[in-house]
């Protein structure tokens, strides 16, 4: 979703488009099943690291399907706690002027949407890396810690998984407010609790998240984007922000949250 406003995301998405991005060099991804004739066998079993649990590694991209309705329209009014909806709607009629990506700030609780721009997922047995072409990164800790108390919140949060069978589950706390949930300017506060729950086949990646907010949300609101193994391709260097004339922005100095 980086680089476009929230109407030219919808837009771009509903067009049927496919990961961008992910090119560069094409190198065979070690360890993937293939046929006879070299083409990924997309009916293996997916691959699994050397301790028995699956291998999340690779470069992965949303690829529409089901789930396009959630990211792209987000929240429904009654989901939205009534003190907040005025809020939203505000943001949305905005044209997302005030959206974390317009204002070149982190994706937040967000990122692990896949839309347009892939990612890269990085696992060892004790620590799962995913890396964005923006330069932007999260970590997910697999050593047995707990989630510790947070006192400086940041972007991205602070993410323990643990596994249940072979099913990942992931639990990050620790955001601040200066993101979205979605696209259409449904915020969150400093109380955002996600869990994730990961499962993998050979070219799909299952990604069920639920955020937890009671100040503004009326119930648990879940996403289940559906992403795609981007089999022999790589992610490429895209930080459009680094060097970024930020003029056109409306008041960019205010806070991203409509409140």
Same mark, same amino acid.
């Given at each position: 979703?980086?680089? +476009? ?73 009654? !989901? ?5 909806? !005025? ?49 932007? +990164? ?10 510790? !108390? ?7 949060? +602070?993410?323990?998984?643990?596994? !249940? ?95």
């Amino acid at each position: 979703m980086k680089r +476009y406003l929230a109407c030219g995301v919808v837009g771009f998405l509903l067009s049927g488009a496919t990961p961008l991005g992910a090119q560069w060099l094409n190198h065979p991804t070690p360890g993937t099943p293939r046929l006879r004739n070299g083409q990924p066998n997309l009916m293996a079993a997916a691959p699994r690291q050397p301790h028995g649990k699956p291998d999340f590694s690779g470069v992965w991209g949303f690829d529409g399907g089901p789930s396009l309705f959630y990211i792209a329209g987000g929240l429904k009014p009654e !989901e939205i706690q009534p003190w907040a909806r !005025e809020a939203v709607q505000r943001a949305s009629d905005n044209l997302g002027l005030n959206d974390q990506s317009t204002l070149c700030l982190p994706e937040g609780p967000r990122f692990n949407h896949f839309v347009a721009f892939p990612k890269k997922i990085v696992q060892t047995p004790k620590l799962l890396m995913v890396l964005a072409e923006d330069l932007t +990164y999260r970590q997910i800790f697999l050593d047995g810690r707990k989630l510790p !108390e947070v006192s400086t919140p940041s972007f991205m949060g +602070y993410s323990v998984g643990h596994w !249940e069978g072979d099913t990942l589950v992931v639990e990050t706390i620790g955001f601040n407010d200066e993101t979205w949930l979605t696209d259409d300017g449904a915020f969150h506060t400093k109380d955002l609790r996600v869990v994730e729950k990961l499962k993998r086949t050979a070219d799909t990646l299952e990604w069920n998240a639920t955020a937890y907010d009671p100040k503004v949300l009326t119930e648990p609101w879940t996403l289940k984007p559906r992403i795609a193994h981007l089999t022999d391709q790589e992610i490429a260097e895209a930080a459009p922000c680094i060097e970024r004339d930020l003029d056109h922005i409306v008041d960019g100095s205010h806070h991203t949250n409509p409140r």
